[in-house]
């Protein structure tokens, strides 16, 4: 990507951000984002990535409050568990690194934090953290033996975690950091927990999974020849194409799910502009628009979860999956994410890079 390319990938992304934010003002002009009724869940488990913060704290809150089982993953590094991976990429047995993993994700501070005040505000205390650098292949798969451990179904996976438009840098396994973490990382994770998914619906309560997605995906461009866009890195291009990535997974993810007959669909969401912590490394403009009329024009994190909820638990989308969601109705994505051929390259490139098994060719897909 040139220089020129990289400007007209910013402009893009703050333009599709401008359409959605007059789109939010004029819908809270006529009345707001009403928060749905959704029955209880009392039996079902919930695992969703980033549950510390912003939409996915948001998220598992509500989840909860429904009476899930609520896993909140997290994606940030603490200092504990920075040190910890250190330890584990030298010649220390697996064993003594993945018990020592497990004492570093649960002795988090923040995450016992936000435990802790989610049970008090829903009253439910089936609500637990375990740590997930998504950002690390190893510690995925450390976290999935850790869950898979624990011996319990899964209902719903909510991939929410995600990096916007930070400067170039690398994943641990050497991947630009939006791919490798918002996109990758999330592939992997599913990928992994799929079995568990299939044990677990049933007909007439098929197991889901809900990935977050955003409108920047209209304007975004997958070059599946640079996914790592090491040519000429445009934080805004490469958060783009993460979240189209995205959509192309999810609806490949759906087709496979179907040709296979598991009860477990796949969605994906578009939360809208949403006031989070996202928006550090974004255009100066832009964050002063959102101190100054954020409460104006952005959603807040309730708000912006709902679309997930709403993915997660609606008896409407029971056994429905392949589409694409916002403010709780389906639309259209852009045009390519329908090119079953584009799905089928991301996919098989993913398992290349992932190092796991390519599943298209034990369930062969059709349109």
Not at 177 to 202: I, P, V
Not at 241 to 253: G, M, P, R
Request: overall charge positive.
């Amino acid at each position: 990507m040139s220089p020129l390319s990289a400007l007209r990938a910013a402009l893009r992304v703050y333009a599709a951000g401008a359409v959605v934010i007059l789109e939010q003002l004029l819908r809270r002009c006529r009345g707001g984002f009403p928060e749905p009724v959704f029955t209880p869940q009392p039996d079902r488990v919930a695992i969703v990535t980033g549950g510390t913060d912003g939409i996915g704290y948001s998220t598992a809150k509500r989840l909860a409050r429904l009476g899930m089982h609520v896993i909140i993953e997290t994606a940030f590094r603490c200092a504990g568990q920075a040190a910890l991976e250190l330890l584990s990429s030298s010649h220390l047995p697996a064993s003594a690194s993945q018990s020592a993993g497990m004492t570093a994700g649960n002795n988090d501070g923040k995450a016992e934090e936000v435990v802790r005040k989610i049970k008090e505000e829903t009253l439910n205390v089936k609500v637990e953290f375990l740590y997930c650098d998504l950002a690390s292949m190893a510690s995925i798969w450390r976290f999935v033996q850790k869950f898979k451990m624990k011996k319990i179904p899964l209902h719903v996976l909510v991939n929410n975690a995600g990096v916007m438009m930070v400067p170039q840098r690398k994943t641990r396994d050497g991947f630009e950091e939006h791919f490798g973490l918002n996109y990758l990382g999330h592939f992997l994770l599913t990928n992994l927990l799929l079995d568990t998914l299939r044990e677990s619906g049933s007909p007439g309560h098929s197991a889901r999974v809900v990935t977050v997605s955003s409108a920047t995906h209209y304007v975004a461009e997958l070059n599946m020849d640079d996914l790592q866009s090491s040519a000429c890195y445009s934080p805004h291009g490469a958060y783009a194409q993460s979240k189209l990535a995205l959509v192309l997974f999810t609806y490949h993810l759906q087709r496979l799910l179907a040709a296979a007959g598991s009860h477990v669909t796949a969605n994906v969401v578009d939360p809208g502009v949403v006031d989070t912590g996202l928006y550090r490394h974004v255009f100066w403009g832009t964050r002063l628009v959102k101190k100054l009329l954020g409460w104006l024009l952005f959603k807040t994190p309730d708000e912006g979860a709902r679309t997930s909820v709403y993915a997660a638990v609606t008896p409407e989308l029971e056994g429905v999956g392949g589409r694409y969601l916002y403010n709780e109705t389906e639309i259209r994505s852009l045009p390519i994410t329908y090119d079953q051929t584009l799905q089928q390259q991301l996919w098989s490139k993913s398992c290349e890079m992932t190092g796991i098994l390519d599943v298209t060719l034990r369930y062969p897909v059709s349109g």
